[in-house]
Nanobody, 123 residues
Framework: QVQLVESGGGLVQAGDSLRLSCAAS????????MAWFRQSPGKEREFVAT????????NYAHSLRSRFTISRDNAKNTVYLQMNSLKPEDSAVYYC????????????????WGQGTQVTVSA
């Protein structure tokens, strides 16, 4: 089992950058594929990015791949989401998720979730 705690959210202006972190507790972090999702009020939780257990492969929501970067440091049990050129439409609660095995964009395949961190981008 793994517990996830996100941090790094906040209020920024359009065009700014922000880096989110997700710290995992528990053993064998490197056995978990990791992902970021986000949810805005009134909308379903949507896929943002995912990364393999070793960090050698990533995948992104098509509309975000030019601005967002997912990475991980298995020595620190942490996954990151670097967000550049932020837009007001990026405002959402961002969630970190983990699953044993292969990475996937499918929300329902993730077994463990953090509590989320709020990102608000003002125009």
């Amino acid at each position: 089992q793994v517990q996830l705690v996100e941090s790094g959210g906040g209020l920024v202006q359009a065009g700014d950058s922000l880096r989110l972190s997700c710290a995992a507790s528990g053993r064998l972090f490197a056995n978990y594929a990791m992902a970021w999702f986000r949810q805005s009020p009134g909308k379903e939780r949507e896929f943002v990015a995912t990364i393999t257990r070793s960090g050698d492969h990533t995948n992104y929501a098509h509309s975000l791949r030019s601005r967002f970067t997912i990475s991980r440091d298995n020595a620190k049990n942490t996954v990151y989401l670097q967000m550049n050129s932020l837009k007001p439409e990026d405002s959402a609660v961002y969630y970190c998720a983990a699953r044993l095995g292969l990475f996937t964009m499918a929300r329902g395949q993730y077994e463990y979730w953090g509590q989320g961190t709020q990102v608000t981008v003002s125009a």
